[in-house]
């Protein structure tokens, strides 16, 4: 595998991945998600994936509410594999590192690997758009977007590089936000499983508001 690898379809990704569980973590196609690792399992998960030459990795969230064991939780049913595009060593253990969202992927099953980490047998041809870039991207409601950001915003006494979002396409515009809003695993989790861009974007507004709403009700402009 090439270093600066192009998936142009699922049948290009490998069936089985490495999976890391972090609650909160949203990864999307073209997506940059910076990771900081420590535990000795995830440092073997990615001297792994580098060795393989695929440097892929599944970012899952643990689905809490239905797991019995805290040590070894559920998995929700959808994640969405990176592929590692920048590391570091920190010099003290650790890997600072970037993975770039190449598509999203459904848990066929997790398989039993003698790893200390998790890997699953995954399927990507239900997400064969994600491999088209800025697919879906004119039915988004830019304006709708720019608008409930501008009230976040102006709600947490926060300012944003606002050249670069309007300059930012629609797709890396609705992911960008998705990624770094604030809410919680069930809201991360139905942007992730969105069907398409306009509706992911939806769901994010449709969050925002809401939130927004209920601060202003209660007194409290600043969200969780």
């Known amino acids: 595998m090439p270093i600066n690898a192009e998936y142009r379809g699922p049948g290009e990704l490998p069936e089985i991945i490495p999976v890391f569980p972090l609650p909160g973590a949203l990864l999307l196609p073209r997506g940059q998600m910076p ?16 060795r393989d030459g695929h440097r892929l990795i599944g970012m899952i969230q643990p689905d809490i509410s239905h797991s019995r064991d805290e040590a070894r939780p559920e998995l929700f049913r959808v994640g969405c594999v990176g592929r590692i595009t920048q590391l570091a060593e920190s010099g003290d253990g650790r890997y600072i590192l970037e993975l770039t969202g190449v598509a999203r992927f459904k848990v066929v099953e997790e398989i039993r690997a003698l790893t200390t980490y998790r890997q699953c047998k995954v399927d990507f041809f239900p997400y064969v758009d994600d491999f088209v870039a800025r697919k879906g991207e004119e039915a988004v409601d830019r304006t709708a977007l720019l608008d409930v950001l501008t009230d976040f915003l102006n709600a947490n006494n926060l300012k944003v590089d606002w050249e670069g979002i309007e300059s930012a396409p629609n797709e890396a515009l609705v992911n960008a936000l998705a990624m770094m809003s604030p809410y919680g695993p069930a809201e991360k989790q139905a942007m992730l499983e969105a069907p398409d861009l306009k509706t992911r974007a939806e769901i994010l507004i449709a969050v925002t508001e809401m939130d927004l709403a209920k601060k202003r009700t209660s007194g409290d402009t600043g969200l969780q």
């Open 35 to 50: 990771l900081n690792i420590f535990e000795p399992r995830y440092l073997a998960m990615v001297d792994d994936a580098l």
